[in-house]
C-alpha cells in the first residue's frame, strides 16, 4: 500500500455510526481526533474573560475535556498528549484551566489545494458510500447547511425530549460536529436502549451537554433522577386520607351505641 500523498478527512464523517460507537477511543482514533478538532482557520473566542484568537491549526480545550471526550482517564491523557509533544506532532502550551493544542505541519493535513481531484473524488465517492454523509460540492453543502437545522417534525412525541435533542443537536454544532437527521434518528434508538424513561433519556443528553461528549451514555447511579423528598403539608394529607380510608373500611365505625 503506498504511504505517498494525502486524504482530506470531512469532518462530518464524525457523523458516521462507526465514529459514535460506544466504548473508548484507541490512540490512532484520539490523534485523528485532533486533527479534525483543529481549527481550519482563525477564529476569536472568549476564555476566562479575555478575547482571544486561536489560530489555523489550533485547539483550545484541557486535559479533562479531552478524557470525557475520548472516554480515557486523566493520566492516560495527559500522557498520551506529552508523547504527541515529544514526537514533534503538537505543539502544547497548558495551564490549570486549559491547554492549547497546536497540530505541528498542520498544512500537511489539511492544505489549502484542491489535490486536483482528491479532495472531490474521495468525498463525493468514497465517504457517501461508506458513511451516507453529505457531498462536500458548493451547491450540496448549502443542502447539508440546511439540513442541520431542527426538522420541523418532531423525531419523537414528548416535546420535553424534543427540546433536549435540539439542545445536544445545537451542542454538537458548537464543538463541529454537526449532526444529521440521521444521526439524530440513531441517537434516540441509543437513548431508548439505554432507558424507557423520557425523564432519565432526557437527563442523559444533559449530562453529554455538560461533559461536552459526542453521544449518551448510560447514568451513574449518583446521576439518575432521586424520588423527591416528602413535604410536611403532603404527608400530612396523605395520612389524613388513609385515615379516611381505614374508617371506611372499618365495619364499627359510626356505630352508635344503646
Not at 416528602?230 to 344503646?258: I, W
Request: glycine share 6%; charged share 30%; aromatic share 8%.
Amino acid at each position: 500500500m503506498s504511504k505517498q500523498g494525502y486524504i482530506k478527512l470531512y469532518r462530518q464523517i464524525q457523523d458516521c455510526w462507526v465514529w459514535e460507537l460506544p466504548g473508548p477511543f484507541d490512540e490512532r482514533s484520539a490523534w485523528i481526533d485532533l486533527l479534525m478538532s483543529a481549527n481550519h482557520d482563525d477564529h476569536k473566542t472568549m476564555f476566562d474573560g479575555q478575547l482571544i484568537v486561536v489560530k489555523r491549526g489550533q485547539w483550545i480545550t484541557s486535559v479533562r475535556k479531552l478524557a470525557d471526550r475520548w472516554r480515557w482517564g486523566n493520566q492516560k491523557t495527559l500522557k498520551f498528549l506529552r508523547a504527541l509533544e515529544e514526537d514533534g506532532m503538537i505543539d502544547r502550551d497548558a495551564n490549570s484551566r486549559r491547554t492549547l493544542i497546536t497540530i505541528a505541519n498542520y498544512e500537511k493535513f489539511q492544505g489549502s489545494d484542491n489535490g486536483n481531484g482528491t479532495l472531490n473524488g474521495t468525498l463525493n465517492g468514497t465517504v457517501p458510500e461508506h458513511c451516507s454523509t453529505t457531498n462536500k460540492n458548493s451547491k450540496n453543502e448549502k443542502n447539508s447547511k440546511k439540513d442541520i437545522k431542527t426538522p420541523i417534525v418532531p423525531f419523537t412525541d414528548n416535546p420535553e425530549l424534543n427540546e433536549a435533542l435540539k439542545a445536544f443537536r445545537e451542542h454538537r454544532k458548537a464543538i463541529k460536529s454537526p449532526m444529521t437527521d440521521n444521526a439524530v434518528q440513531i441517537l434516540v434508538k441509543r437513548l431508548r436502549k439505554l432507558s424507557a424513561d423520557p425523564k432519565e433519556q432526557v437527563l442523559m443528553l444533559e449530562v453529554a451537554i455538560e461533559h461536552g461528549w459526542k453521544t449518551v451514555y448510560p447514568l451513574k447511579e449518583e446521576d439518575k433522577l432521586q424520588p423527591a423528598e416528602e413535604d410536611y403539608y403532603t404527608r400530612l394529607m396523605r395520612e389524613v386520607d388513609e385515615d379516611l380510608r381505614n374508617e371506611g373500611n372499618n365495619p364499627t365505625t359510626g356505630q352508635v351505641t344503646a
